[in-house]
């Protein structure tokens, strides 16, 4: 028997937040104490008023194939949290409701893009947008930021970066990895560039909503010109802790979001009724529900980026956004340890893990080789531990 994948699956890496995360299973598994801090995952339980109507909707016997698009009546209530945090007006034929925003972003790069399209990706970008352009045929198109911008996209550099080729331009804001939130006027800025390129479509991609200390989330889609020309992608894992009950969303112009429903008709079908009715629930309280959790989450970040800027080598930002520090390492770039020397945030990654038994995930997968991602989804006591490793492990690098 040939024992050859398609040409396909050649085009796509196995996921680097995930691999991390899969090595650092491995090496607990092996009796190593490691510490954690590879995936971006809430270290929250869903509330309870969620957990209730995931319940009820058992006890209702929301058990059955639902409609490809989603339930019409969770659609519903995802339109109203759209028309009352963002000030956008859809109707319920432009929602579809997704097994997580994953496959949501996946639907919409498939549904748009074909071989030789470029798609537009401010670097640092989550780690799957490169792989889902590439699995379309798409070219990735990456637009470099650094710390010293905030990691934020400008106009200008979008400006440069435009061509004729341009299918997609991906917006992420709160940002994975770099927690950077874009300024309604930063929002604006971009929106004036795109209009002068009609066959570019945005992708907003806003599924740290909840998690955005600023308390001012600028949606792209409600800059002038732009509801007709972007996807808005959300979901539930980040903003109240459901990660495991994988539901994402788009709102978007109709013809996308028909489209969409037509590749997921093919590929899932319609996403778990009982998530969708915990979703209508999640929909309804917004980010009311996950009060507590973002201000535990502030609460850790001001302490990471303290411990952090206190380790020689490590230039770090004040991100506003999600739960993730991205210090720029390059100036540790040179150093070695017994068992090479750091050229990358992925050399560092690696040494870290193996090291000082801390998982984080090397700034190469992201687009921003300078850089390593730290996720402070984790306990204040896990947290202190790992900072302490960490900077014990970079002051026995030698030069």
């Excluded at 028309?83 to 639907?107: E, P």
């Excluded at 800025?189 to 599924?207: C, G, M, N, Q, T």
């Excluded at 993730?324 to 893990?353: C, E, R, W």
């Amino acid at each position: 028997m040939e024992s050859q994948t398609s040409h396909l699956l050649g085009r796509l890496s196995e996921s680097a937040t995930i691999a991390m995360s899969r090595k650092a299973r491995e090496l607990k598994a092996a009796g190593r104490d490691i510490i954690s801090l590879s995936l971006g995952e809430p270290d929250f339980d869903t509330p309870a008023a969620i957990k209730a109507a995931g319940i009820e909707a058992i006890e209702n016997n929301f058990t059955h194939y639902p409609p490809v698009p989603g339930y019409a009546d969770v659609r519903e209530a995802i339109c109203d949290k759209l028309r009352r945090d963002n000030g956008l007006d859809y109707a319920v034929n432009q929602i579809v409701i997704s097994t997580g925003a994953k496959q949501s972003l996946m639907n919409v790069v498939l549904s748009l893009v074909d071989p030789g399209d470029e798609v537009i990706l401010p670097a640092p970008y989550w780690v799957s947008y490169a792989d889902m352009t590439n699995l379309a045929g798409g070219k990735v198109v990456a637009v470099d930021t650094g710390i010293e911008q905030d990691f934020k996209m400008t106009a200008d550099q979008l400006r440069n970066a435009l061509t004729p080729k341009t299918r997609i331009v991906m917006v992420n804001s709160p940002n994975n990895p770099s927690g950077s939130v874009y300024t309604e006027q930063e929002m604006a800025e971009l929106a004036a560039v795109l209009a002068e390129h009609p066959r570019a479509i945005a992708i907003s991609d806003e599924i740290y909503e909840y998690i955005n200390f600023t308390e001012d989330h600028a949606s792209l889609a409600s800059q002038a010109g732009m509801m007709d020309r972007t996807v808005t992608v959300n979901g539930v894992s980040k903003g109240f802790a459901m990660t495991g009950w994988r539901i994402g969303y788009i709102a978007a112009p109709q013809w996308i979001a028909a489209a969409c429903t037509k590749l997921q008709g093919q590929f899932t079908s319609g996403a778990s009724g009982i998530s969708q009715k915990a979703t209508e629930r999640a929909m309804q309280g917004g980010g009311s529900l996950s009060e507590d959790m973002k201000a535990a989450f502030l609460e850790r970040r001001d302490m990471v980026v303290a411990g952090l800027k206190a380790i020689d080598g490590f230039e770090v930002n004040v991100p506003q956004g999600a739960f993730y520090i991205f210090p720029d390492v390059s100036a540790l770039f040179g150093k070695s340890h017994p068992n090479g020397t750091i050229q990358s945030g992925q050399d560092l990654s690696m040494y870290l893990l193996e090291a000082a038994d801390v998982a984080t995930v090397g700034g190469d997968a992201f687009g921003s080789p300078n850089c390593i991602r730290i996720s402070y989804a984790a306990s204040e006591v896990q947290l202190q531990e790992a900072i302490r490793r960490i900077g014990k492990a970079i002051a026995e690098l030698s030069e």
